[in-house]
């Protein structure tokens, strides 16, 4: 399968700090995505990010394809953000998943 | 509004038996797939389908089969159940390109 390594495994954070959540991939790719997971389990989809800089209110998710490596930048943490962030490849129609970030985020 | 709908949301099934997970979509996709997620570790292909009546195998296809009835149809069916099994399987839904939508998932427990 495709190599997908995401980074930290685990984070913990005070309300109001930022976060930077590292995805590297070995391989080629056709566009990166990053998901959050609820702790109850659903995913929603956060980015579709093929390239570049994309921003979404206190998110930014940076992609760089030379680099193999893509980041999602969290900033001004709220108790809200905990979860497990998933980044994920896409390669020909299909997703490829790292083993996510589990992000605390404390009052 | 468009959706995956995962069924059952939860079950225990015995060493042994048979199992058959269903999910059904109403986004008019033309790819689906299931992935399990073990506990701390993020999701792992199994099969996919973007056709009806054909499956394709994923990274970790041994002892899962798949099932295309109909495009809104997908089913993942383990013929012999075993303890390793057990997770929380998630379909979804794609266009194959940016669009994926995701089940709430079924927890299944083999003992």
């Known amino acids: 399968g495709q190599q997908v390594q995401q980074s930290p495994a685990s984070l913990v954070l005070q309300e109001g700090e930022n976060a930077e959540l590292q995805c590297n991939f070995s391989t080629s790719l056709n566009s990166m995505q990053w998901f959050y997971q609820r702790p109850g389990g659903s995913l929603v989809s956060l980015f579709y990010n093929p390239s570049g800089t994309k921003h979404s209110g206190r998110l930014t998710s940076t992609t760089v394809i030379k680099e193999r490596r893509s980041s999602l930048h969290i900033s001004s943490s709220q108790t809200t953000d905990s979860g497990t962030y998933l980044c994920?490849?896409?390669?020909?129609?299909?997703?490829?998943f790292g083993s996510g970030t589990k992000l605390t985020v404390e009052p | 509004e468009a959706a995956v709908t995962q069924s059952p949301r939860s079950k225990v099934a015995v060493t042994g038996g048979k199992v058959t997970l269903s999910c059904h979509q109403t986004?008019?996709?033309?790819?689906m797939y299931w992935y399990r997620q073990d506990t701390g570790h993020g999701l792992r292909l199994i099969h996919y389908s973007y056709v009806a009546d054909s499956t394709e195998k994923g990274d970790i296809p041994d002892g899962y089969k798949a099932s295309r009835p109909s495009q809104e149809n997908f089913s993942l069916i383990l013929e012999l159940a075993s303890l390793s099994q057990t997770a929380v399987y998630f379909c979804?839904?794609?266009?194959?390109?940016?669009?994926?939508?995701f089940g709430s998932g079924t927890r299944l427990l083999v003992i």
């Open positions: 986004n008019n996709h033309d790819y």
């Open positions: 994920a490849l896409a390669n020909y129609n299909v997703l490829y």
């Open positions: 979804a839904s794609s266009t194959g390109d940016s669009d994926y939508t």
